[in-house]
């Protein structure tokens, strides 16, 4: 059984105890008219310089005092050490939710941590990062992140968390449907047997594996791209130029290519391919089948580490001391009252 | 007739039994107790005188003169009654807590055991107004004393020297002059001088409170002089010291003048058992005869 206080600082305003002191050493005290029947006897003394060297009431003092230390106490947050509240105290969980899309975090996940947030951006790392920067000016013991992912390959690794503090711990949750088997058909445009084709492929997304496999090549009469050049001495470089890409493949979207499409010759082989990837490819991230194993999770994964010394936390252990401060000021109400009787 | 209250009838009533004896001669109308100044033919014998022309043969003592051939007279002393006058001190510093009402019980009580032993009380105070009753002996003399006692108010700026005097004028033969005062008036002790001069019998009753003698605890005081207006401002507990010392020799200094001149002195504070003291005075008095 102890106590402590939530801001220990605020205890410099303790220095505040000379103000009563000095208001009771310095004030000079009313002078009480006394008819006497001779003052041949008495010689004035300087009340002023007695008045600073005797303390004349010290339980009016002390009450002072005591007063002004309690106030500064209360303000200093003072908070009871029970066995019962440490315990509470260890079991307290600060949480951080990284979530790999803004879908809602599970609730229980939320309301059995003390306190929480949710974090969620494009990249799981950048999110991961956010957590960590809130879990650090977290005080309660026990600190979290948990990943809320499918963890498809790609998207993190090992090294999105070497940014994790020791005392902070990760779980690392699997969820939606990453396990899912997917069926996605893509078109490839080709040059075959000096001829443009348009092949369509299919693909087998699985948890594991990735299975492409052509299902259909259909010559096609011309080259629904054009390639045009600045001059007609140009011209001949830049249609060798597109038969070039053509034969290394030109991955088209799903819905294929609709309308012919015109381009300007860049001038060379790979900034025609790299204008027309631009032009026509989709990212096939999101179809990205394969994710981390859950070795590869379990090595990212570690525990909370806990504190020794758990966080205090406001009890509202200030109100009682609030109220000791009230019962000395109305003491100190009366006592004065009670001098100005005598 | 019921008497004014100034004293309860406890206090006047313990000391009747105690007699008011003047130590000096004095004179009055009514044969007492107390010896006369005058050698007169009364018939307690005082000395032998030679024999003048023109005594009275019935005092001449034959045998002395069938012994000795030397003709010699008798004389005796007369025993007189006493006129005891109480002046009584009516300056403002004597209205201070109780002191005024100690001086009245002090002055009741003195009054009380004259009368009771048949001689004649009078009362004098001297303030704006002159109170004076002129000293008579009897119980109903008792009660106009009293009364008048019970009236004195405290107030005045007249010197307590001014009743003095008066004193002096308005005793016509020798008597018992009994000052009651806090004699911070310090030429009072001159007149007092005065009158013991004249013949008169003088007892100084130095009348003070408690709160005289030493300060009481009254943190910073600003004392306005009773008397005089003149304020000083003090610490009472660091000038308390200061204080007491002056008061003790200054006291000091009041009892031995008074002595010096031969003048009875009782010192009594509102902290004394009042009974006690007078019959400690009393009884020193009548052993001094």
């Known amino acids: 059984m102890g106590i402590t206080f939530l801001q220990p600082a605020v205890w410099w305003a303790a220095l505040a105890v000379a103000l009563p002191i000095a208001i009771h050493l310095l004030t000079r005290a009313t002078r009480t008219p006394v008819t006497f029947p001779s003052t041949r006897f008495l010689e004035a003394t300087p009340l002023a310089a007695v008045s600073r060297r005797v303390v004349e009431d010290w339980p009016l003092l002390l009450l002072r005092v005591a007063m002004v230390l309690l106030a500064v106490a209360a303000l200093a947050g003072p908070v009871l050490v029970t066995p019962a509240r440490e315990a509470a105290w260890r079991a307290r969980v600060a949480r951080a939710v990284v979530l790999e899309d803004r879908t809602a975090a599970p609730e229980d996940e939320l309301r059995s941590a003390a306190v929480s947030s949710t974090f969620a951006r494009a990249r799981l790392r950048d999110a991961v990062a956010d957590a960590v920067r809130w879990a650090e000016q977290q005080q309660p013991s026990t600190r979290e992140i948990v990943v809320l992912s499918t963890f498809r390959r790609g998207s993190t690794d090992a090294a999105d968390f070497a940014v994790v503090p020791a005392s902070i711990g990760v779980r690392l949750v699997r969820t939606g449907n990453g396990s899912a088997v997917r069926e996605r058909r893509i078109g490839r445009l080709t040059w075959r047997d000096g001829r443009a084709v348009r092949v369509t492929e299919r693909l087998l997304l699985s948890p594991r594996s990735t299975d492409v496999r052509e299902e259909s090549a259909q010559p096609l009469s011309e080259v629904p791209i054009r390639v045009t050049a600045a001059t007609p001495d140009q011209q001949a470089d830049a249609d060798a130029a597109l038969r070039a890409v053509l034969r290394r493949g030109l991955r088209l979207p799903p819905a294929g290519l609709l309308e012919p499409i015109a381009v300007e010759w860049p001038g060379t082989v790979e900034g025609l391919a790299r204008a027309l990837e631009r032009r026509l490819a989709v990212s096939l991230d999101a179809w990205e089948p394969e994710t981390l194993t859950d070795q590869e999770l379990a090595a990212i994964a570690r525990p909370p580490a806990p504190s020794e010394r758990p966080t205090p936390v406001d009890a509202g252990d200030r109100r009682m001391v609030w109220a000791l401060v009230l019962g000395l000021l109305v003491a100190e109400l009366w006592m004065r009252q009670g001098v100005t009787w005598r | ?289």
Request: charged letters at 25%.
């Open chain 2, 1 to 289: 007739m019921s008497r004014p209250h100034v004293a309860t009838a406890a206090e006047l009533s313990t000391l009747r039994d105690l007699e008011f004896v003047a130590r000096t001669t004095v004179e009055g109308l009514r044969h007492g107790l107390h010896r006369s100044p005058f050698h007169g033919y009364s018939a307690e014998f005082s000395q032998y005188r030679h024999y003048r022309p023109g005594d009275d043969l019935r005092f001449v003592d034959w045998k002395r003169f069938a012994k000795t051939d030397r003709l010699y007279t008798r004389q005796f002393r007369e025993t007189t009654n006493l006129a005891a006058l109480l002046v009584v001190d009516v300056s403002r510093s004597m209205d201070y807590r109780d002191k005024f009402a100690l001086a009245r019980r002090v002055a009741a009580v003195l009054g009380t055991l004259v009368l009771d032993q048949g001689d004649a009380a009078g009362l004098l105070a001297v303030g704006e107004s002159v109170r004076y009753v002129p000293p008579r002996s009897g119980h109903r003399h008792l009660t106009l004393f009293l009364r008048e006692l019970a009236e004195l108010v405290p107030s005045s700026t007249t010197p307590f020297t001014a009743g003095l005097a008066r004193a002096g004028s308005l005793l016509t033969r020798r008597g018992l002059v009994i000052a009651v005062s806090d004699f911070y008036d310090e030429d009072a002790l001159g007149a007092l001088r005065r009158l013991a001069r004249m013949g008169h019998d003088v007892v100084v009753v130095q009348t003070l409170a408690a709160d005289e003698l030493a300060l009481p605890s009254l943190g910073p005081v600003e004392y306005v002089d009773a008397e005089t207006g003149r304020t000083v401002a003090v610490q009472a507990e660091a000038a308390a010291q200061a204080y007491a010392g002056r008061v003790r020799s200054w006291l000091d200094r009041v009892e031995a003048d008074a002595r010096r001149e031969g003048l009875d002195y009782v010192r009594l504070t509102t902290a004394d058992d009042l009974e006690r003291a007078l019959r400690r005075y009393l009884l020193s008095r009548r052993g001094g005869h």
